[in-house]
């Protein structure tokens, strides 16, 4: 193929700058049929779900495959104006942090909960780079239910995958940082001794899903970038992409890249799990927020934790090991049958495959080439199961189709190779537009893939689509590879920047999402009838019990409200039908809006801020008579003697 023709260039780090290089022949690489594959007639439903990260939008957004059509955006790490999520007083809680209330995440990796390894349906769970934190959303209801801080960590990047019973869900850290108990404010020059590579086990309950640190390993400073854990024969392990080896504080190419090989870290975590529990390892004094919503009560709370435990090289010494990677690893990830883990060096002209059988006798052999920092290193080809030669340019993640093949992301060289795991031959190649971050098949990071399509997100749109302005929306391109040959069904456009995704099959969740029962609604301030709405004044706070019901407000006309007075209007959405929301605005207000579903309570806060005439409305339109579902706020100045009347 012409991509190939870019390995007569000697240097690959150079190649860096030309990512987004056309490959050509689009027009062939798309299948006869591609219209009928994708197309999903009016009022049918897509094949699966597939859960998109947001990247710096802080969000994930949910399409269906394979029609590509984007079916929603659920708030998680952002605030979200369209309903209130971080604006309502209930959303507030979930957005706390260590560091307080912060609006934005940058949002990577996606997971779906499993159960022997394949996927189950239960949760997602999402990290989040910038403010390190890891989400769990319902697969019920599609919200995010749960919010944890990492402490001693920053750029959550290696997170948020699981092992394969959802036991544990990991967080590796990617900036090496001192650990909280040390002081942080020491010289960056001291990075050899005082920074710290740590990844923290976050233990999952197994029927709430509600997740706690279970305990963390300080390795030593490095960067982690991403892991996967290991499945059947290798499901006691955990398996993390490090780069930056040579401990560089300062990123620049020729520093963090001169080690031919950086690692892949292999870590025991039932060894380390059975340590925790008997007591080895450090309490580490830390903060971090842990964020919970209350279905019941409609709202979130935000605890403070303030220790946690900390396992060291040496408690690890016999659980934790170093494996030789060719430069810069970044994805990392392990085939179905966990016997094969894929390391894939983003500076690398060749992808390494390992061997856990191999890597298991290299450590029952002792077969070490050294130590790192304590940790001793297996020999490169001790742990080698082989080498995919010439697979592209900038490999960066790989899934896995079910039948024997892995599919790899080429960022560089923007193509999707398919290669078979045993004998490591390339099998196949398509271009993609432009320079591929993560591909996607449905259940491709578990034990049994879905198979059938592969999506690759690209970094690049160019000439994709019509232009709009100087940024263009980041797309995806949807592969038929249920044949020999991959083939280009679909372009589309998507929300944020995608890295991560996960897909599963419609059937799985359709008919197990739920809209909320009134008379499960147990909100301190739920108004359950349009008679017990009312108004009261607590000193200078104002509560509205307010209901809302096609085409109404009740109360819509209040009085006696004074500037410096604090209003909670307490919405009650009364109806009990399928996706009738109504929304809830008044003008100057410093939050959002509110978008209220059937049965639920939600609380908008208003500050006002001057005597006047303020105008309330509903903003979604919800019968023929939502243009009237409106009132007034009249606020007096304060120390007015305007009696509270409603
Ligand atoms: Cu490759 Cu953050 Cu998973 Cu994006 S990372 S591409
Ligand atoms: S109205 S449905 Cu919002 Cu002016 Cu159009
Ligand atoms: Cu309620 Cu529009």
């Known amino acids: ?48 779900y597939n859960f998109v990260s947001g990247g710096f939008n802080g969000q994930v957004s949910v399409y269906g495959l394979p ?42 990796h996606l997971a779906l909960s499993q159960t022997n390894g394949e996927v189950d349906g239960r949760w997602l769970f999402a990290n989040a780079n910038n403010t390190p934190r890891v989400a769990r959303l319902d697969l019920k209801t ?19 995958f699981l092992t394969e019973n959802t036991e544990y869900v990991v967080a590796g850290t990617r900036f090496a940082v001192p650990t909280d108990d040390k002081n942080g404010d020491v010289p960056i020059s001291s990075f050899k001794e005082n920074f710290k590579g740590v990844v923290s086990f976050i233990g999952i309950n197994k029927d709430s899903g509600e997740m706690d640190i279970a305990f963390q390993i300080e390795a030593p400073g490095i960067n982690f970038d991403l892991s996967h854990a290991g499945k059947g024969k290798s499901g006691d392990w955990f398996f993390f992409s490090c780069y930056n080896s040579e401990k560089a504080n300062t990123l620049l190419e020729v520093n963090a890249s001169q080690n031919d090989k950086d690692f892949i870290m292999a870590i025991n975590w039932k060894k ?94 002792k077969n070490f080439s050294g ?65 591929t971050g993560h591909l996607m098949i449905p259940g491709g990071d578990t034990a049994k893939p879905f198979g059938k399509y592969v999506v690759a997100y690209n970094k690049i749109t160019k000439d994709r689509y019509l232009p709009t302005g100087p940024e263009l929306a980041q797309s995806a391109q949807l592969f038929d590879i249920s044949g020999d040959k991959m083939k280009l069904l679909l372009d589309y456009p998507l929300f944020g920047e995608p890295h991560y995704a996960q897909a599963l ?74 996706d009738v929301p109504h929304g809830f605005a008044i003008k100057g207000n410093q939050n959002a809006e509110l978008l209220i579903m059937p049965g639920e309570t939600c609380t908008l806060k208003w ?32 120390g007015s003697s305007t009696p509270l009347t409603y």
């Open 1 to 48: 193929m012409k991509s190939l023709k870019l390995f007569g260039l000697s240097t690959i780090v150079a190649l860096i700058a030309l990512s987004g290089c056309k490959p050509k022949g689009t027009e062939t690489a798309v299948s006869g049929d591609a219209a009928q594959k994708v197309y999903v007639a009016p009022g049918k439903y897509d094949e699966f």
């Open 505 to 578: 099959p419609a059937a799985m969740l359709k008919d197990q999402v739920k809209f909320f029962k009134i008379d499960d609604n147990h909100h301190p301030y739920v108004t359950k009838g349009e008679k017990e709405s009312k108004v009261v004044r607590e000193g200078n706070k104002i509560h509205v019990y307010m209901t809302s019901i096609r085409s109404h407000f009740a109360p819509d006309n209040i009085e006696g409200v004074r500037v410096g007075d604090e209003v909670y209007f307490h919405v009650t959405n009364l109806e009990q039908d399928w």
């Open 607 to 638: 500050v006002p801020q001057k005597a006047g005439m303020y105008p309330m409305y509903c903003t979604d339109f919800c019968s023929a008579l939502h243009q009237e579902m409106q009132g007034y706020v009249r606020v007096s100045p304060a």
């Open 272 to 365: 380390a799990a059975e340590m925790a529990k008997a007591g080895k390892g450090r309490k580490v004094a830390t903060e971090y927020v842990h964020n919970k919503w209350d279905e019941k009560t409609h709202s979130a709370t935000s605890t403070m934790k303030k220790e946690v435990l900390v396992l060291s090289v040496e408690d690890m010494k016999d659980a934790m090991y170093f494996i030789p990677c060719p430069k810069s690893p970044h994805g990392c990830d392990v085939d179905p049958t966990g016997e094969y883990i894929v390391g894939s060096g983003k500076l690398a002209a060749l992808i390494p495959v390992f061997s856990f059988t191999k890597i298991q006798k290299a450590i029952a052999d």
């Open 67 to 108: 029609s590509g059509r984007l079916l929603k955006s659920l708030p998680v790490f952002s605030v979200n104006p369209e309903n209130g999520y971080g604006f309502s007083e209930e959303t507030k809680p979930m957005l706390e942090t260590s560091h307080g209330f912060i609006p934005w995440d940058d949002q990577h």
């Open 371 to 435: 130590e790192y920092d304590g940790v001793k290193v297996i020999k490169y080809e001790a742990a080698l199961h082989g080498e995919v030669q010439k697979p592209g340019l900038g490999p960066l993640h790989t899934e896995f189709d079910g039948r024997g093949n892995a599919i790899t992301s080429m960022f560089v060289s923007s193509e999707l190779v398919k290669w078979n795991i045993k004998d490591l031959k390339v099998i196949d190649r398509v271009p993609t537009y432009y320079s």
């Open 142 to 160: 599609f919200k995010t239910v749960e919010i944890l801080e990492i402490p001693n960590s920053a750029g959550n990047h290696s997170s948020p």
